[in-house]
């Protein structure tokens, strides 16, 4: 499973900005993918994610009503679209897949799989 992950930037508070994932077109339709970041100094955790049919998304409660996550079958490439950035969103961004569910849950588990990560830098 191969994610390559791209988008990020240094943005200001406010500003919004969209990240970007493209897969393989079997791991894009077999598996759940999501969004994870890793702020520094601090454990990697779950953003958002997507079911396979694209019918389900999940989100953080700290990212809820902002970011929104989609899908895009004739580009195997899932998006994070991010509004009214806060300096507290500032982390490596991480793409995901896991072929049983993404979560909060899915950070340690051998099933996940991971992009290369992306900085989102926000500045006050």
């Known amino acids: 499973v191969q994610l390559q992950a791209s988008g990020g930037g240094l943005v200001e508070a406010g500003d919004s900005l969209r990240l970007s994932c493209v897969a393989s077109?079997?791991?894009?339709?077999?598996?759940?993918m999501g969004w994870f970041l890793q702020a520094p100094g601090k454990e990697r955790e779950f953003v958002a994610a997507?079911?396979?049919?694209?019918?389900?998304?999940y989100y953080a409660d700290s990212v809820k009503g902002r970011f929104t996550i989609s899908k895009d079958n004739a580009k195997n490439t899932v998006y994070l679209q991010m509004n009214s950035l806060k300096p507290e969103d500032t982390a490596i961004y991480y793409c995901?897949?896991?072929?049983?569910?993404?979560?909060?849950?899915?950070?340690?588990?051998?099933?996940?799989?991971w992009g290369q990560g992306t900085l989102v830098t926000v500045s006050s």
């Open positions: 995901a897949a896991n072929y049983y569910g993404l979560g909060p849950g899915s950070v340690g588990h051998e099933s996940t799989y």
């Open positions: 077109e079997r791991t894009f339709r077999s598996y759940f």
């Open positions: 997507i079911s396979r049919s694209g019918s389900g998304t």
